[in-house]
């Protein structure tokens, strides 16, 4: 392979920071990229045909799990043609339609045609209910609708005379891209040509419905220019991830849902920077480390979840084998790495010593390769989003040969808000604001966002239209005759995001929690449950949990077992017919756990710690209700169905 151009990496800007009472409360990156003054997304397969027609863009997997290129002119010729059917079936410009599948090269090929059509698509998760299904084509006034399978299709089916204003239904499976194709041959290139000259970045680009925690969820109204302001920043600041910069081709592999906006920036921002990309549609084990192996990715969009795991994995692998000290020893060794060689980048530190280096040349072709081979072999870099990964993680991970770039957003900044920035990581935090952002900390700590990926609002069914989002005017404080001037004043208003957290003294923010789940017990103690439920996650044995004590004398937690960590446990310690309702209260799988917790509570105070726990039988999951698609845990829904067990939590 010929060894490729290498582009100059971006020059860092160091954040504008605003200092009040000698805390940074507000920070700003200028952008790295100008702003496009007409166009849309619509146009990045043809303007990616023009330029570079042989480029590969796509990459599509084959019955037999083989992987076929699609070129730039290749993929620019399947969406005019997608696109042509559209029109041929009467879709008018401003039309919904909405999408339901899993990650799949079909998605992302009827995303750009929908958009050259001048349509607006509207994601659905494909584990929705068939209420949540018919509310969002309802309240996003769908015409019509593309599912993967036959499941989705009879779903949308049942609900057809509760939708009157619903014209078309499309199967993937069935042959839907080759039936629009063929019906659209009659229609015009030009129609389409037209159609996406009338789109700017002002236009509508997608109905985002928000999975939520409670409630309905909203649709969030993102414009063409929210993308471009989002990928086109995050192109240039992110310079390892979406430019070669080495003889190995830039590429990703999406496994995370198209129907989410954090899949769905990457997805985007991968055409716009002619980055190979690949759609994974299983993200169960075996089929994702089989589809990881083949396609060998050089960056991944993961969530916490999937780096716990791996390394959950791992070190049950280990455990195995006979080598769990060995993996520990190894572990650490990688912590330390990564903290040396973060305090180096920062000038707080000379980096990794001789001493550190050898252990960890030692280590990597017995630990750090495998990590690095179960996702996929090639992997240097990993994008992490979602919520907190955590300190000791990004540590390790770093340590083990693959840097993390951990960053923060909502549906609301079209994903990204914040990102760790290359060459000045900063472990446990969310980064900097991505340029062309600011971030301020509000009276009561809650996080304020400003910036072109910031969205337009809410879309209103009864309206028809976008209603703008409830925004944060500037604070009035400090209070009058402290300051000459007010610092805030003449600075417009930010969105409010409901997050809680803090920026340091150098502008890297740290979420501790959300608004809303902030705990506060009997006794005035305020709590957030974030951090003591992400160092729980940790552990092998733990799936999922959930912090408790709003208006309680003390916290408690309910935890879930992790049931590959649980398989495990079993045979280690030899409890393999053991059910899980008899392990829930078997004393050697509690004493693991109340260590566990205690480990935890040694991130906080006493007032704040975990006093008890009860461990559930039952997993939390999409199909019990009890999380979102992107993994959340669904509280007022866990608070309702295990009632019992939580006051039980409170008995004398």
Known sequence: MSVQQIPAPPVLVEPRKT???????????????????QGSLADIPFHNAAEAPDAVV??????????????????????????????????QPGDRLAIMARTTYEWTLLDFAAWAAGLVTV??????????????????????????GVDEALLIDAELDRLPHFAHLWQFDAGAIAELVEVGKQVPEAEVTARRARLSPDSIATLLYT???????????????????????????LHPCFKTVSDEPASTLLFLPLSHVFGRMVAIGCLRARVRLGHAPSIKTESLLADLAGFQPTFLLVVPYVLEKVYN????TAENMGRIASFDRAATIAQRWGEAHEAEEHGTGPGPGLTLRTARALYDPLVYRRIRAALGGKVQYAICGGSPLGHRLAAFYAGAGIEIFEGYGLTESTAAATVTPPLKPRLGTVGWPLPGTSVRIAGDGEVLLRGGQVFAGYWDSSLGAVVPAAVSPPPVWPPAGDYESDPWADRGTWFATGDIGSLDDDGYLTITGRKKEIIITASGKNVAPAPLEDRLRAHSL?????????????????????????AHWQVIHQKQKMTRDELAFDPVLCAEMQQAV??????VSRAESIRRFSILPVDFTENSGHLTPTMKIKREAVARDFEKEIEALYEP
């Open 598 to 603: 205690a480990d935890a509570n040694e991130l």
């Open 542 to 566: 733990v799936g999922q949990c959930i912090v408790i004590g709003d208006n309680r004398p003390y916290v408690t937690a309910l935890i879930t077992l992790d049931p590959e960590g649980l």
């Open 123 to 148: 994601p659905i998760y494909p584990t929705s209910s068939a209420e949540q299904t018919r509310w969002i084509i309802q309240d996003a006034g769908a015409v019509g609708c593309a599912v993967e």
């Open 313 to 316: 994995t791992a070190r049950a």
């Open 58 to 91: 796509l990459s599509r997997q084959q019955p037999d799990g083989s992987w076929r290129d699609v070129t730039a002119v290749e993929f620019a010729a399947e969406v005019l043609a997608t696109a042509k059917g559209l029109v041929a079936h009467g879709l």
């Open 211 to 237: 999975s939520g925690t409670t409630g309905r969820p909203k649709g969030c109204a993102l414009t063409h220019g929210n993308f471009f302001a989002e990928v086109d920043n995050a192109i240039e600041l």
């Open 19 to 37: 200092v009040v009472d000698g805390s940074v409360r507000e920070v700003s990156v200028p952008p790295l990229a100008v702003p496009p003054a």
